[in-house]
């Protein structure tokens, strides 16, 4: 399940850098990136992260609250992928310590965590206006 989840991870990165929009799964996470505006917590990312540690401590500290607040439900999952997409978009660009690689790194490790199965996507084959949420 392991290389699954990373090449899973590796493949949302790169759909989303390449506007590659024809999965279910890259659909949602534009429209929740277009429902909801992720840019005051990506902005703290950018302002109180300096270094790949801090922004590990910050990336894992934020998942570890999430999912012991509201659990590996299938809907934060699906957040939380678009909010990494949306994250590095930030990132990339302002950061010279950043790389896209780190990300991927860090959502591998949380989703593992979460026993996350690639392959069990509740919204395989659905569309549709932040639904899911």
Known sequence: MDREIKKFCITCFTDWKNDNFTSS??????????CYDFHSITELFYTTTTSNETFKCAYQLMCDKLFQQFGAKP???????????QLDVRMQPLCSWYQ????????????????????????????GNCSLL
């Not at 799964?25 to 277009?34: G, S």
């Not at 809907?75 to 997409?85: M, R």
């Not at 860090?106 to 026993?115: A, G, R, S």
């Open 25 to 34: 799964l890259m659909q949602m996470c534009k429209e929740i990136c277009e």
């Open 100 to 127: 896209t690689d780190l990300l991927i790194n860090l959502l591998h490790n949380v989703l593992q965590k979460v026993d996350f199965n690639p392959r069990n996507l509740p919204w395989n084959n659905r569309r």
């Open 75 to 85: 809907q934060y999952i699906l957040t939380l992928i678009a909010f990494s997409l």
